[in-house]
């Protein structure tokens, strides 16, 4: 029966094969070396290759701690592996509720909630939020949770807004034009892109939120996934909230799979949005939760990230990111600006980028050639993600690579 959807389907992947689409095979990870000889932890993947990971989210080298793994264990050893349903179930274990209450409490707000991703969470918030008299307002360069969520919400072209990245004039105006024939809108961005590390500038975003909000019968609401921004940014890991001092931001999600080094995603706001969607988001409702043991190393995570070792792994990370960025441009190679661990090397040519990735794999450097139609036209890059956990040497044997291979 499947046979003539597998010729469909085998022209699908021969196009994107053309296109230079395919991720292609995937790195198998055999294993995790601890650090030795002034290196940092390198991974160990087939051909028993060993590499400095150039291409983690694990911003604060948290994904390998003993303590989250003792944290994960004891759960898993109480709870067991799985929650075995979802929450309204039986799935809602006390770890789930703990951290729910410590993510809202560091971010000062009423509530939060978990999702199995920050993927689920954009996915599980936007549709109950959205109505036919909704308009959505977005930037263009929005991670893919973002556009499949405006998807899945069935949102008409009509509805929907994007603007110019980063642009606040188009902003501006697509609010004026939504006021004129919408009861609601909600403006929606990604805290750090994370593409090229830059970020929104938030401040500006809830400043326009508020001087035209009155304009709406319901107001405006202001979304920020900031997956990439949390724990990794602003002086205490508040992401970029606190790097442009936007506390007017309405709904914040994330992930606790990147800096958290663990998995799942949330969102936090005030209670009564958390209320509501705790009865009408179909990701959440349908959907196991992460289980007891990943909350708690969750629970741990945040809890080193709010101790003054977790200012010390943020301002080594802002050190070491610096450090790298510097290195790169002295080599003469372009970066965009920022201050996130990030460092996007802007190599503007695809063949060359995927060149230079090989050569750095060869050299037992694991980064990412990010080129075209993923970055603009022009604007191949090959992402760098700098960690807590990488040393001086780790970062200089990076940067004499970088050179040898430019
Ligand atoms: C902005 C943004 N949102 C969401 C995600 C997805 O996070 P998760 O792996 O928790 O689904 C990512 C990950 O790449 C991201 O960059």
Redesign the pocket.
Known sequence: MVNRLKSVLTEKLDNLKREARLKGEEKIILDILPPANGFGRKIVTEGNKNLINFASNSYLGLSNDQRLIKAEHEAALKFGVGPGAVRFISGTQQPHLLLEKKIAAFFNREAAMIYN????A?CGIIAPLVDENTILISDELN?N?IISAIRLAGVSRARKSIYSHCNMKELEKCIKEASENAKRAIIIT?GIF?MRGDYAPLNIIAELADRYGAKFEQGIITIV?D??GIGAIGNTGRGVVEVCRADGIDIITG?L?KAFGVD??FVVTDKLIVEYLRETSPFYIYSNPIAAGTASASLKALEILESDEGLELLAALREKSEYFRKGIEKIGLKTIEGSHPIVPVVIGDPLKAKRMAIELYGKGILVIALTFPVVPKGQDTIRVQISASHTRKDLDYALESFKEVS
């Open positions: 991703s920050a993927y689920a954009n991670h949770s990604d994370s996934d997956s990439h992930t799979g799942g995603g």
